[in-house]
């Protein structure tokens, strides 16, 4: 079981896939209205998984996402470097 410590505020989660849904639902994730915290348990079964998991949970916040004008600037350079090192 995963359990956080701290200020009242934060919400105590009794699983990790609570944790992990909580997590994506602060990134704007809505899932479907069948998905449940415990649909996310499956995730921690494997430990590279699971590593992986509490990687993104402890690295990735709204505020370091990539806006939708970022993520199409980025493709635009990524398109053009190809293309430089594809025909160079």
Not at 21 to 28: A, C, E, M, P
Not at 39 to 54: D, I, P
Request: include cysteine; hydrophobic fraction near 35%; charged fraction near 25%.
């Amino acid at each position: 079981m995963a359990h956080r410590i701290g200020a009242e505020s934060k919400p105590q989660f009794q699983t990790r896939g609570e944790e992990l849904y909580s997590f994506f639902t602060s990134l704007g994730y809505s899932g479907s209205k069948h998905q449940k915290p415990e649909h996310f348990e499956y995730v921690f079964q494997n430990e590279k998984f699971a590593r992986f998991a509490k990687l993104l949970m402890t690295k990735v916040k709204s505020c370091n996402e990539l806006s939708p004008e970022e993520i199409h600037r980025y493709v635009s350079i990524l398109i053009a470097v190809v293309l430089h090192f594809e025909y160079a």
